[in-house]
């Protein structure tokens, strides 16, 4: 009977070491995605709120982004339609109707973890005009 609980613990201690690195590899993931989505969001709610340009949806993003680390981009592209259909934004439609603008912003980094290296990407589409 001495010695039972050593080695039923010997029998259970790896794959409670194995649960708790897979909740911190994810806790870790899944902060840095929040911090990134929000940055991206920011970007998105200047551009909903003023006339701001890519290269400040751009900058405001990349300033909101704390904790970002080497590798981490943003892009940041408009385009415009008219009915669904991608459209030249100085010209009018067929209807008559100025087209719409959309402005997306695209973030990605690299993630380092106990499970090797990822790619995070996330994006937010918003209608500008």
């Excluded at 201690?13 to 969001?41: E, N």
């Excluded at 973890?113 to 918003?126: A, E, K, N, R």
Aim: proline share 3%.
């Amino acid at each position: 009977t001495s010695g039972g609980a050593a080695v039923e613990f010997g029998l259970i201690a790896p794959f409670m070491i194995a649960v708790v690195l897979g909740v911190t590899a994810s806790v870790g993931l899944i902060h840095d995605y929040h911090v990134m989505r929000q940055a991206v969001s920011s970007g998105a709610q200047l551009l909903m709120a003023t006339d701001a340009d890519v290269n400040a949806a751009r900058d405001v993003t990349l300033g909101a982004w704390s904790g970002k680390v080497e590798g981490a981009t943003v892009a940041v592209s408009q385009w415009c339609g008219c009915g669904g259909v991608q459209h030249a934004c100085s010209t009018a439609c067929s209807d008559g109707d100025y087209p719409q603008m959309f402005t997306r912003i695209d973030a990605s980094t690299p993630y380092t973890g106990p499970l090797g290296q990822q790619t995070m990407t996330t994006s937010q589409t918003v209608r500008t005009r």
